[in-house]
C-alpha cells in the first residue's frame, strides 16, 4: 500500500457551513470519501485537518521523514507562515513532492491572498476548481508513483 497525505489547515474543518458560496456545501468527510473513491486500490488517503500551525507542521516533518507525498491545502497560513513554508520546505528538499492546493481561486479574491509563502518551494500549485484541485493533485500523485 502506498499513502498520500492531505492535510488541511485552519478553518477547513468547517468546510460545509463556512462561506458555501466561496467552498461549497460539501464538507471534509465527503472530501475524504471523494479521494477514496478516486484513488487507486493500492493508496490510502490519510487525510487530516488541523487549525494549529505546530501540529500542521509536525505533520509535515513526518512527511519529510517517511518520504510520503503531500497534498496541502495551507488555508490562510498559505499567505503569512514561513514557519509552514519551512517545514514544507524539508518535504520538498528531501525529493518527496508537495502539491499546494486551493479550493478557490485565491488570485480572484482580496489582495492578501493573491501571495503565497508556500508556492515557491512547492513542487506544484493547483487552485480553483472545488474538491477537484485535491483529485487533480491525486491523479499526478498516482501517475508519479
Ligand atoms: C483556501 C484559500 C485561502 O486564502 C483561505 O484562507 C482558506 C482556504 C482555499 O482552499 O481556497 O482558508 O486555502
Redesign the pocket.
Known sequence: MRTILVLN????GRLGSREPDV?GAANLEDLRAYLVAEAPDDVTIDLRQTDDEAELMHWLHGAADSKTPVIL????F??YSYALRDAATQVTKGGTPLIEV???N?HA?ESF?HNSVISEIATGVI?GFGFDSYRLALDYLVRLQ
Open positions: 489547515g485552519p478553518n477547513l467552498y491545502n495551507p488555508a490562510a498559505t499567505h486551493h479550493i478557490s485565491p479574491r491572498r487552485a
